[in-house]
Structure formats: C-alpha cells, structure tokens
C-alpha cells in the first residue's frame, strides 16, 4: 500500500478496549440532573415530603420550604436542562450551573434556614470549580429551529407537569373540577392568571407559584434560544473549494467519494501542511466526516488531528461515515477510534464490462426492449451541455425527486449544472412523445462527478415518472458503454449498506442468526432501500469495496446513526416550509447555479 501506511490483508474490524471511565463532566452531569429529578418530584408531590427519601431530600437544593414549590421546580427544571450541556463540558451551562448552585444555597438559607442544604450546593459547585478547565467547549451552530423546537417541547412538558401539579392535592380541592377545567387552570396558570379551579388553605398559592414558575421557565429558555450570541454554521467558502480542488486535481483518484467533498454545506479543517483535508458537518451534535480524507495520504494524520481537535473543542462526538480500508486504518491507528464495516460500494471496471453473458441476461433484455420502445440515451460532459438543456436537466431533477426531502450527504454532490463542475458526467434518456411534456423529451437523468482523471462516481438518478421502467438500467450502461471516449476506466455506483450479511443470509447453510440479521434488513428495506439497493448494484456485476464507519464508543453509535440518518435526508425535524415556497426557493438557487439536488441512494 503506497503513501506510508501499512499494509494489512485483512479488513478492519471493531478494537476491543475496556470500558472508558467516567469523566469528571459526565459525573456532574449525572449529579446535576439527579438533584433535578429530585427537586421536581419535591416540588410537585405533597406526599413526597413525608417519604422514607425525606432524609435525604430534605438537604437538596431549593426543595420543600414554605411556598417553595416554585423555585424547587425550577432549580429542578434548569438543573435537567444543564446536565446535557455539562456532560458535553459546554462553556455556557458551566457559567450558567456556578450561577444557578449558589442560588439553591441563599435559597435553601433564606426561605428553609438549611446550612445543610446549602452545603449540598456548595458541594456540587466544588467540582465545577476545581474542574472548569473541563467545561470549555464551545457552542453548536445556532439553529433557527431551536427556540421555536424549545417552546413547543418545554410547552407540551409544561402542560402535562402542570396537569400533574393541579391534580396531586385531591383532597384540598373545592368541588370535583373536570379535565377541562384543570387544564384551563394550568393554561391560565403558565401566563401568572388565576384559573377556575380552588384549592383550601394555601394550596392555591402553591399551585399558582409552581406553574408560574414553569411558566416563565419556558418563556426564558425559548428568548435566549431566541436571542443567544450567535456561533454560524461552517461552510465551505470560496478558498475552501479552490484549496480542495487543488488537491483532488492530485490525489482526487484515491477516494471515490472525494469529489463529495465539495458539497458547500460542509466545512473543512486542513492538515498544517495544507497536503490533506478533512471535509465533515455537524449534525445533533456529532461531527459527522464522510469517506477518506482529502489529499496526500502521509498529510492524513495532521489533518485528523486537526478534526479531532475542533471535535474536542466544541464537545462534538466525531464519526466518519463510509470511509475506505486505507482509511479506516489510518483513522484508528492516529486517534485509537474504532471501525466498523458499514457495506460495499459497488464498482464496475469499465474494461471488464459487456452485456454477454447469461449474468446479464436481464439487464440486456431490459436494455433492449426500452430501445425498442424508442428511447435514445445521451452521455456528455456538463460543459457540452447548452444553457438553455442545462437549466431544463436542473429543474426535471428538482421535480422528479422521489420525496419532499432532499436526501444526500456522503454520496451526493448536492447541486446540477453548477460551471465549477464541467467535467461531470451526465447521462440523459430521450423519447419524442406525441403531446411534448414540460421538459420536451427528456424522460430520465443520471449525473456522475469525476474520481480522479479516469473514473466517475454515480451522484444522482432521476426519471419522469410516467417513462418505462428500467431508466435507470438504460442509463448506467449507456454510460458505461461511453465511458471510454471520456477516458474513465471504472465507474463507483451506488453504496450497498450491510451488503456481506444479505449476500450470505440467502446463502444456503446460513445460520439462525445470520438469516434472523437478513430478515431484519430486508423488513427495514421497506423504508431504507437497503435490499434494493444491493439487488440494483448487483445486476452489473461490479467488484465490492468494503465501507467503514469510525466512531469513539459503542454507545456513541445510536446518536452516530440518526445524525447519518438526519444528513442523510432520512430524518428530517426541520419545519417544511409550503411547496410554492420550496418551489420559488429552488428557482433562486437555479438563478445562481446552486440547486440543492440530493439522490435517493444513501449510505
């Protein structure tokens, strides 16, 4: 293996380590978030007072003095809302943690006379102190969603918290109120009003103090959501591209997702060297980089080291998606993550490639019968293309895409006919109809982006929906068959997720939980491709490319996954926004050449 790093036969697999231990802001994160718990059940529960934990509760902070239910649902409130931030060792919730514990001690002296529990206080605030070297990550990107998310779930939190609040002293309740009443009261509670339901004694300040106090906490958490000192969202600027252009221009043969790089809603980090790049986005909070790194292989490891860096610098959990053998090996050896195979990315050799062959007997019989039907297939460089076609290709892609949502990140470039990208390939299907459709007779598009001088890797494909099925087919091995005169000597088609194990599950003498593994793969094809996918690749007979995923810890996976997913297009928790917006939208971004096009194949 070239480049200085080790060649090793076999693939790479998970390093088995032995559990991490705890750190320091996982351990306040978990204090923090078990006074809170306490806290609110002390503030919402009468009885809980009198529990066998009132020994216990009673030094907490905030808790269980005379018309304290307010501010012990608070401090229990925030206190959960913080533990996720300190477990990240977030600069901000460690400011906002110092402040809020020696409140919960004035709190537990003035209202309670507690030196005890003022104690308590001062004893988590120890640790903050002593560790807050720890706690300096940085913030996220702010998201415009996140304010608006925050109102809606700490609202719907609110609402139930408050039904609870009103109903847990049946026996200081005037009358029997209905449902609809306490839930009235609870509303006109949060916004400080007196609602229709009365209590005996001071039960009703108690009440009334508590969903105040949910009120306002959700009315403060949504305006600094709202209004907090913005930190943007990387992307990847003019010099970016050129810098990245550059070193694919030189290394761009190594990595058929390299191209992939150039996505504008990435950002990058480059080696001191400025030979190598590493290209990712963050996604809920997981630092998500996708196939090898960019340039020089031996400049690999500064350009990880500078990822893994910014990763701990935010508090982000780093992860690569679909990254090579070579890869995955240079990863785990630099930063002791592990590696995973994900799949197998299907590649056909162009050389090697016919439709003889009893193998491809049903690709050919397609072929042919869809040219019979009188389709014509045109395989040409971006650059070639006319304006006037171009801009008919861009907006056919835009209405041809199979979801509302754009769906694309490790293997999809995110735009069509952009003039930095001439020398991508596009393959389109033609068909003269009596009545011509809107895009005349463009019935289907495939476009490919450049992998290296001699290669191409599949980016998007899209068809008119009323054409013959078997486009698709059509146009992969009209490419294929053309490739030559473009000087591309092998073709990078679409990626096969957990290919291995759907291969040898349908095998004869596979075992019990091999079969039970396929089975479980084939029932979530039903939202994921994962089987059509493979079955697709599989009719050209290509060669498979194993795929890794790298990630820190097992129980870093899950989040891995649904960030993938979120990137990926899969999930999506963005409010969607009216067609006719997303349709002017579009229309802007085709004016200025950069329509956001995903491809329904997804790793």
Same mark, same amino acid.
């Given at each position: 293996? $070239?480049?200085?790093?080790?060649? !090793?036969?076999?693939?790479?697999?998970?390093?088995?380590?032995?559990?991490?231990?705890?750190? +320091?802001?996982?351990? +306040?994160? !978990?204090?923090? =978030?078990?006074?809170?718990?306490?806290?609110?059940?002390?503030?919402?529960?009468?009885?809980?007072?009198? #529990?066998?934990?009132?020994?216990?509760?009673?030094?907490?902070?905030?808790?269980?003095?005379?018309? @304290?239910?307010?501010?012990?649902?608070?401090?229990?409130?925030?206190?959960?809302?913080?533990?996720?931030? /300190?477990?990240?060792?977030?600069?901000?919730?460690?400011?906002?943690?110092?402040?809020?514990?020696?409140?919960?001690?004035?709190?537990?002296?003035?209202?309670?006379?507690?030196?005890?529990?003022?104690?308590?206080?001062?004893?988590?605030?120890?640790?903050?102190? *002593?560790?807050?070297?720890?706690?300096?990550?940085?913030? %996220?990107?702010?998201?415009?969603?996140?304010?608006?998310?925050?109102?809606?779930?700490?609202?719907?939190? #609110?609402?139930?918290?408050?039904? +609870?609040?009103? $109903?847990?002293?049946?026996?200081?309740?005037?009358?029997?109120?209905?449902?609809?009443?306490?839930?009235?009261?609870?509303?006109?509670?949060?916004?400080?009003?007196?609602?229709?339901?009365?209590?005996?004694?001071?039960?009703?300040?108690?009440? =009334?103090? #508590?969903?105040?106090?949910?009120?306002?906490?959700?009315?403060?958490?949504?305006?600094? /959501?709202?209004?907090?000192?913005?930190?943007?969202?990387?992307?990847?600027?003019?010099?970016?591209?050129? !810098?990245?252009?550059? /070193? /694919?221009?030189?290394?761009?043969?190594?990595?058929?997702?390299?191209?992939?790089?150039?996505?504008?809603?990435?950002?990058?980090?480059?080696?001191?060297?400025?030979?190598?790049?590493?290209?990712?986005?963050?996604?809920?909070?997981?630092?998500?980089?996708?196939?090898?790194?960019?340039?020089?292989?031996?400049?690999?490891?500064?350009?990880?080291?500078?990822?893994?860096?910014?990763?701990?610098?935010? #508090?982000?959990?780093?992860?690569?998606?679909?990254?090579?053998?070579?890869?995955?090996?240079?990863?785990?050896?630099?930063?002791?993550?592990?590696?995973?195979?994900?799949?197998?990315?299907?590649?056909?050799?162009?050389? %090697?490639?016919?439709?003889?062959?009893?193998?491809?007997?049903? +690709?050919?019989?397609?072929?042919?019968?869809?040219?019979?039907?009188?389709?014509?297939?045109?395989?040409?460089?971006?650059?070639?293309?006319?304006?006037?076609?171009?801009? &008919?290709?861009?907006?056919?892609?835009?209405?041809?895409?199979?979801?509302?949502?754009?769906?694309?990140?490790?293997?999809?470039?995110?735009?069509?006919?952009?003039?930095?990208?001439?020398?991508?390939?596009?393959?389109?299907?033609?068909? @003269? %109809?009596?009545?011509?459709?809107?895009?005349?007779?463009?019935?289907?598009?495939?476009?490919?982006?450049?992998?290296?001088?001699?290669?191409?890797? *599949?980016?998007?494909?899209?068809?008119?929906?009323?054409?013959?099925?078997?486009?698709?087919?059509?146009?992969?091995?009209?490419?294929?068959?053309?490739?030559?005169?473009?000087?591309?000597?092998?073709?990078?088609?679409?990626?096969?997720?957990?290919?291995?194990?759907?291969?040898?599950?349908?095998?004869?003498?596979?075992?019990?939980?091999?079969?039970?593994?396929?089975?479980?793969?084939?029932?979530?094809? &039903?939202?994921?491709?994962?089987?059509?996918?493979?079955?697709?690749?599989?009719?050209?007979?290509?060669?498979?490319?194993?795929?890794?995923?790298?990630?820190?810890?097992?129980? %870093?996976?899950?989040?891995?996954?649904?960030?993938?997913?979120?990137?990926?297009?899969?999930?999506?928790?963005?409010?969607?926004?009216?067609?006719?917006?997303?349709? &002017?939208?579009?229309?802007?971004?085709?004016?200025?050449?950069?329509?956001?096009?995903?491809?329904?194949?997804?790793?």
């Amino acid at each position: 293996m $070239s480049g200085g790093v080790p060649h !090793r036969s076999s693939r790479v697999r998970q390093i088995v380590r032995g559990p991490r231990p705890e750190s +320091v802001p996982a351990l +306040v994160a !978990r204090a923090c =978030a078990l006074v809170g718990l306490l806290d609110v059940a002390g503030g919402v529960f009468p009885r809980f007072r009198h #529990s066998r934990m009132h020994t216990f509760a009673e030094v907490l902070p905030g808790s269980f003095g005379p018309f @304290a239910a307010a501010l012990s649902l608070s401090a229990g409130v925030l206190l959960l809302l913080l533990a996720h931030g /300190l477990r990240r060792g977030k600069r901000r919730a460690w400011r906002a943690a110092v402040v809020l514990l020696p409140a919960g001690a004035v709190a537990q002296f003035v209202y309670r006379h507690s030196v005890v529990g003022a104690l308590i206080s001062v004893a988590l605030l120890v640790p903050l102190l *002593l560790h807050r070297h720890q706690f300096a990550a940085l913030p %996220d990107p702010r998201s415009r969603w996140r304010a608006l998310a925050n109102f809606v779930l700490m609202g719907a939190g #609110s609402l139930g918290l408050g039904l +609870v609040i009103v $109903s847990v002293h049946p026996n200081r309740l005037i009358g029997d109120p209905s449902l609809a009443d306490r839930i009235t009261h609870v509303l006109y509670g949060l916004f400080g009003f007196e609602g229709p339901v009365d209590y005996q004694g001071n039960t009703s300040w108690t009440v =009334a103090f #508590s969903l105040g106090a949910l009120g306002w906490i959700t009315a403060v958490t949504t305006i600094y /959501l709202a209004f907090r000192p913005e930190h943007p969202a990387a992307r990847l600027t003019e010099d970016d591209e050129a !810098r990245l252009r550059a /070193l /694919l221009d030189k290394h761009g043969r190594r990595d058929s997702l390299g191209h992939f790089a150039l996505r504008r809603d990435k950002a990058v980090v480059f080696s001191p060297s400025g030979k190598a790049a590493v290209t990712y986005r963050v996604v809920s909070g997981v630092m998500l980089a996708s196939g090898d790194p960019i340039g020089d292989v031996e400049a690999w490891p500064g350009a990880i080291e500078r990822f893994m860096d910014e990763a701990k610098a935010h #508090s982000w959990t780093p992860a690569v998606m679909g990254c090579s053998e070579t890869g995955g090996e240079v990863w785990t050896r630099e930063t002791g993550l592990d590696a995973l195979e994900l799949g197998d990315e299907a590649v056909v050799d162009v050389a %090697d490639f016919s439709l003889a062959g009893r193998a491809m007997r049903n +690709v050919r019989q397609m072929v042919k019968r869809i040219e019979r039907a009188g389709y014509e297939t045109r395989v040409r460089r971006v650059r070639d293309l006319g304006e006037a076609e171009l801009e &008919r290709v861009r907006r056919a892609s835009e209405d041809w895409r199979g979801t509302d949502t754009e769906r694309g990140f490790s293997m999809a470039l995110g735009r069509v006919g952009d003039p930095s990208d001439g020398d991508c390939l596009i393959a389109t299907a033609h068909k @003269a %109809d009596e009545v011509p459709g809107e895009y005349g007779d463009l019935k289907a598009i495939l476009h490919f982006v450049p992998w290296g001088p001699d290669g191409a890797s *599949l980016d998007l494909m899209r068809r008119d929906r009323s054409a013959d099925p078997g486009m698709n087919e059509l146009l992969i091995v009209a490419a294929l068959q053309a490739a030559p005169k473009f000087g591309i000597a092998r073709v990078s088609l679409n990626f096969a997720m957990f290919r291995s194990a759907l291969a040898r599950g349908e095998k004869i003498g596979a075992g019990p939980v091999l079969r039970a593994w396929r089975g479980l793969l084939v029932f979530l094809s &039903r939202w994921f491709q994962i089987e059509s996918l493979y079955k697709f690749n599989a009719k050209f007979q290509p060669r498979w490319e194993p795929r890794f995923v790298v990630y820190r810890a097992s129980g %870093d996976l899950p989040r891995i996954g649904f960030a993938a997913m979120q990137a990926e297009g899969f999930v999506n928790l963005a409010l969607p926004l009216p067609r006719f917006l997303r349709r &002017r939208s579009t229309a802007a971004r085709v004016c200025a050449h950069t329509v956001a096009e995903r491809d329904v194949r997804a790793a």
